[in-house]
């Protein structure tokens, strides 16, 4: 029965040595970690800092577009008044055109 004991204390030994000897990290695993867990850190807060501007510069851009869109409407409707006036003064040309030829026509009559 001895022999037993004997079996099992060597055994728990030499479980506890096994654990005690792979299960720790040293100060250069911890370090080489925490270089790792930086580097990853300050790769975050650069995409973080990326897509803050291109947030920035996509607002920007939004907002040109919208000033961009508001001056071609008042372009488009400048040119919507020209083409009227235009329109409107073609046809008075042609009136008087009418009026003229009439006019000649009339005297070339006499």
């Known amino acids: 029965m001895k022999r037993k004991h004997?079996?099992?204390?060597?055994?728990?030994?030499?479980?506890?040595l096994?654990?005690?000897?792979?299960g720790c990290a040293t100060t250069g695993d911890l370090e080489k970690l925490q270089a790792q867990v930086n580097a990853v850190?300050?790769?975050?807060?650069?995409?973080?800092?990326?897509?803050?501007?291109a947030k920035a510069a996509a607002q920007s851009a939004k907002m040109d577009s919208a000033r961009d869109a508001e001056r071609i409407s008042q372009a488009a409707a400048k040119a919507d008044n020209a083409a009227a006036r235009a329109e409107a003064a073609a046809k008075l040309a042609e009136d008087n055109a009418k009026k003229t030829e009439a006019i000649f026509q009339k005297s070339m009559k006499k």
């Open 6 to 16: 004997l079996g099992l204390i060597t055994m728990a030994v030499v479980l506890g």
């Open 18 to 22: 096994v654990f005690l000897l792979s």
């Open 41 to 53: 850190s300050q790769k975050a807060d650069q995409a973080l800092q990326e897509a803050q501007a």
